[in-house]
């Protein structure tokens, strides 16, 4: 996918997989589970979820979309966070644009740009981390003002809990090290992870999420453990096994590490991880060249440990004309949220989704290449 291409190009050589620096970190972990790219097959989703129907995200010229980075639904509100356009979108649960999230500038109440956002469902409140002003800027859902606090740090992705923001800053801190848990009132960094002699090239994700009963995982693109948040730190939830493909090395300040990492052929770089009840589900890469690389997507069974890899074999029995791109876009309430993107549809496969049922349902009928993408919805079962 020519989007996905975009965004990680630039840092690909370093899409490896290592463990922790921090032993204390891996304490206590029992469960691992074993992902093998050459097990690869069909995904059925109706296997896991019932095909909840579509969203067309209605198109003007103020909600134009160039690329989803992430989809969160809030009520009867549809959040679209368009990373390239460095925009929050609202539209209705029926796909109608309602209007920007609050007002970009210099002034108190505007952002910048931001590279991370979180969503507290329950206050229907949105925040965006914004490095260009060290602050963190909190809209309602309505894009009324709410509150700036500034941080010390800059931060790719964030998290804030009630001591303070926990932040993935990539080693830009004075300890060096890349997770920082920083205290709300005094900014002093009152826990931290994950230490490294080097910067690492920034790869973010959602690498915090919150699942429906309030647990947090947390998950490093430079390692294969899955972890949870806790108030004394981190604990590790599920240890990723690539098999022999895996870095062999375990300190991120070894004199092997940089030589290692440079090398072909690593499987790694987790990201767009997501949870709900016993589903877990997360996307990979297999690294061989500096301009190539597959990208994988995992589906696991948390019941019973079984694994599911596949890429762009997901398929569906409903009576979507189209299949959806295969990476997650979002993760609400057990509401699966897949992407048609017109985009990178051919004219054939245009035609064919104009004139499905599903589309004169939804009242479109004028689909070309520049439409907004269609949300795909599944309900987890």
Same mark, same amino acid.
């Given at each position: @996918?020519?989007?996905? &291409? &975009?965004?990680?190009?630039?840092?690909?050589?370093? !899409?490896?997989? +290592?463990? *922790?620096?921090?032993?204390?970190?891996?304490?206590?972990?029992?469960?691992?589970?074993?992902?093998?790219?050459?097990?690869? #097959?069909?995904?059925?989703?109706?296997?896991?979820?019932?095909?909840?129907?579509?969203?067309?995200?209605?198109?003007?010229?103020?909600? /134009?979309? &160039? #690329?989803?980075?992430?989809?969160?639904?809030?009520?009867?509100?549809?959040?679209?966070?368009?990373?390239? @356009?460095?925009?929050?979108?609202?539209?209705?649960?029926?796909?109608?644009? =309602?209007?920007?999230?609050?007002?970009?500038?210099?002034?108190?109440?505007?952002?910048?740009?931001?590279?991370?956002? /979180?969503?507290?469902?329950?206050?229907?409140?949105?925040?965006?981390?914004?490095?260009?002003?060290?602050?963190?800027?909190?809209?309602?859902?309505?894009?009324?003002?709410?509150? #700036?606090?500034?941080?010390?740090?800059?931060?790719?992705?964030?998290?804030?809990?009630?001591?303070?923001?926990?932040?993935?800053?990539?080693?830009?801190?004075?300890?060096?090290?890349?997770?920082?848990?920083?205290? *709300?009132?005094?900014?002093?960094?009152?826990?931290?992870? @994950?230490?490294?002699?080097?910067?690492?090239?920034?790869?973010?994700?959602?690498?915090? +999420?919150?699942?429906?009963?309030?647990?947090?995982?947390?998950?490093?693109?430079?390692?294969?453990?899955?972890?949870?948040?806790?108030?004394?730190?981190?604990?590790? !939830?599920?240890?990723?096994?690539?098999?022999?493909?895996?870095?062999?090395?375990?300190?991120?300040?070894?004199?092997? +590490?940089?030589?290692?990492?440079?090398?072909?052929?690593?499987?790694?770089?987790?990201?767009?991880?997501? &949870?709900?009840?016993?589903?877990? !589900? !997360?996307?990979?890469?297999?690294?061989?060249?500096?301009?190539?690389?597959?990208?994988?997507?995992?589906?696991?069974?948390?019941?019973?440990?079984?694994?599911?890899?596949?890429?762009?074999?997901?398929?569906?029995?409903?009576?979507?004309?189209?299949?959806? =791109?295969?990476?997650?876009?979002?993760?609400?309430?057990?509401? =699966?949220?897949?992407?048609?993107?017109?985009?990178?549809?051919?004219?054939?496969?245009?035609?064919?989704?104009?004139?499905?049922?599903? @589309?004169?349902?939804?009242?479109?009928?004028?689909?070309?290449?520049?439409?907004?993408?269609?949300?795909?919805?599944?309900?987890?079962?």
């Amino acid at each position: @996918m020519e989007n996905i &291409k &975009k965004l990680f190009l630039g840092g690909l050589f370093l !899409f490896i997989l +290592f463990q *922790c620096n921090n032993t204390t970190t891996e304490e206590g972990l029992t469960n691992t589970v074993n992902v093998d790219i050459n097990k690869k #097959e069909t995904f059925y989703l109706d296997s896991i979820a019932d095909f909840g129907g579509i969203v067309p995200l209605e198109v003007t010229d103020e909600s /134009y979309i &160039k #690329e989803i980075n992430q989809v969160y639904l809030v009520d009867s509100f549809i959040v679209v966070w368009d990373s390239p @356009m460095n925009n929050i979108l609202i539209f209705n649960d029926k796909g109608r644009y =309602l209007y920007n999230l609050g007002s970009k500038g210099r002034g108190p109440k505007e952002y910048l740009s931001f590279e991370s956002v /979180y969503v507290d469902y329950n206050k229907r409140h949105i925040s965006l981390m914004d490095n260009s002003k060290l602050s963190v800027i909190t809209y309602d859902i309505f894009g009324n003002f709410i509150s #700036e606090d500034e941080v010390p740090y800059y931060a790719y992705a964030f998290y804030p809990d009630k001591k303070g923001y926990w932040m993935l800053d990539y080693g830009q801190n004075p300890l060096k090290d890349n997770l920082i848990l920083v205290d *709300c009132e005094s900014k002093d960094i009152i826990q931290s992870f @994950m230490g490294t002699n080097d910067n690492l090239i920034v790869m973010s994700s959602n690498n915090f +999420f919150e699942d429906e009963l309030g647990n947090v995982l947390f998950h490093f693109p430079y390692l294969n453990t899955i972890y949870t948040l806790e108030e004394d730190g981190l604990k590790p !939830f599920l240890r990723v096994d690539f098999g022999k493909l895996q870095n062999p090395y375990t300190d991120m300040k070894s004199s092997n +590490f940089h030589d290692v990492i440079k090398s072909n052929n690593y499987v790694g770089g987790i990201h767009n991880l997501y &949870k709900y009840e016993d589903h877990l !589900f !997360f996307s990979f890469y297999k690294y061989h060249g500096s301009n190539n690389i597959d990208s994988y997507n995992v589906h696991i069974s948390l019941l019973d440990n079984k694994v599911s890899v596949f890429d762009f074999n997901l398929r569906h029995t409903s009576e979507l004309p189209v299949s959806p =791109l295969p990476t997650i876009i979002g993760l609400s309430d057990g509401k =699966l949220i897949y992407q048609i993107d017109p985009n990178i549809l051919d004219e054939a496969l245009i035609d064919k989704l104009k004139d499905s049922d599903l @589309m004169r349902d939804a009242g479109v009928s004028a689909i070309t290449a520049e439409y907004n993408p269609i949300l795909v919805i599944y309900d987890l079962k």
